[in-house]
């Protein structure tokens, strides 16, 4: 018995990995070899539910628990990570800040838009010159009388440029006192004069996830577009990542499922020597390892969830999930990939696919140097 899981959890997992099953991996490699996103299959997610499905009923949300949502991220990722990379954004880093920094007046006119997966929102964050070093950001903002004006642009921003994309939270640079910068974030919604999105193409993974450049020029946007209050971005932030760590970190163990389950049944049906060459002690012993890894890593992710589930402090173990998840996500896809052998290496086996997107699990929300960084500072060092 886990001890982390209801039976609700259960219901969730069956009802999540029934669905991608059946509507997104047979339509997961043609969408990656075309680097097509899916709008379709976004708004069948969200019929399914799993856009804000831990915010309150009024919002549009089902009031589960975080870990459900986690778990519904992990059984996506089972199947696919472009579409897992589109569930994850929205939710963690679209839905999440504006619903734990928003006005009630922003809650209720965004979020039930938000839930219905006909609407994306994306975080503006990353820029050319500020990825690991947020506060390198040069994107600005002006306060000139009843209105915000932005000027920059960002970069590798999810779900920013698609017929669904609805708005973006943009944090920007409100002012400048000698070397210290003040960080506020600007909601600015779909259609605002000055504001641009370009998608972005030949990406090695996550190719049917979107991912955009963004350009602000001159934009200007209502005052009450402010989420919480000026010089907040930085908090808002740093609290958003803790919580969007964990939605990678589902992705990396989801990726990693995927590619032991892989590698298990082509280990059992592909024959060399006249028998199964899941009977070989090299294969056996790395399958063995895999499931190990696997194990561990859900022990860790659940803990972190149950954590924050109960009002408890979970920042460092929402790092160490990040870090381990996407990890062992890269040390399975690559044992999956050899014991495949040379047919791991076609586009026609789909551990091909899983190989590349684990790439980007190591990078993205906090690469695993700067989760090494977080970690040192809460054990002490």
């Known amino acids: 018995m886990d001890p982390f899981l209801k039976e609700e959890h259960h219901i969730i997992r069956k009802a999540v990995r029934d669905f991608a099953e059946r509507e997104i991996k047979p339509r997961a490699a043609e969408l990656d ?3 097509e996103f899916s709008p379709e299959l976004t708004e069948k997610m969200g019929e399914m539910g799993l856009f804000g499905m831990y915010l309150p009923e009024k919002y549009g949300g089902h009031d589960s628990d975080y870990l459900s949502y986690i778990i519904a991220v992990e059984e996506i990722a089972r199947v696919d990570g472009s579409h897992a990379a589109t569930l994850a954004a929205h939710n963690s880093l679209g839905v999440g800040p504006i619903y734990n920094f928003g006005s009630e007046e922003q809650k209720l006119k965004y979020l039930p838009g938000l839930c219905s997966g006909k609407e994306l929102w994306a975080f503006g964050l990353t820029e050319a010159d500020a990825g690991s070093d947020s506060r390198g950001s040069r994107t600005f903002v002006k306060d000139i009388g009843e209105e915000w004006e932005i000027q ?3 970069i590798f921003i999810t779900n920013g440029s698609t017929a669904q994309t609805s708005g973006v939270t943009v944090q920007a640079v409100s002012e400048v006192k000698g070397r210290d910068k003040e960080f506020t974030c600007i909601l600015v919604e779909k259609g605002t004069e000055g504001w641009k999105s370009e998608a972005m193409h030949g990406k090695l993974m996550w190719r049917a996830s979107d991912t955009s450049q963004m ?9 009450k577009n402010i989420l919480g209050e000026r010089g907040m971005g930085s908090k808002i932030m740093l609290k958003t990542l803790d919580s969007g760590r964990l939605s990678i970190a589902a992705m990396g163990l989801g990726l990693a499922q995927g590619a032991f389950e892989m590698a298990l049944e082509y ?6 020597f006249g028998k199964p060459i899941s009977k070989f002690q090299i ?4 399958l063995a390892d895999m499931a190990t890894k696997i194990e561990l890593a859900r022990n ?8 924050k589930d ?10 160490m999930s990040k870090l381990y998840c996407s990890e062992i996500a890269k040390q399975v896809a690559d044992e999956g990939v050899q014991i495949h052998g040379g047919y791991g290496l076609m586009k026609e086996y789909p551990i091909e696919r899983f190989y590349r997107d684990q790439r980007l699990l190591q990078i993205g929300e906090g690469t695993s140097e700067i989760q090494r960084l977080v970690i040192s500072r809460y054990i002490g060092c």
């Open 33 to 35: 070899e075309k680097e």
């Open 152 to 154: 920059g642009s960002k």
């Open 215 to 223: 350009f602000f020029d001159n934009c200007r946007v209502p005052k």
């Open 267 to 272: 280990a059992k049906e592909r024959k060399q």
């Open 283 to 286: 294969n056996s012993f790395k």
């Open 300 to 307: 860790l992710l659940y803990k972190a969830c149950w954590l």
């Open 310 to 319: 109960n009002g408890q402090p979970f920042e460092k173990e929402s790092a």
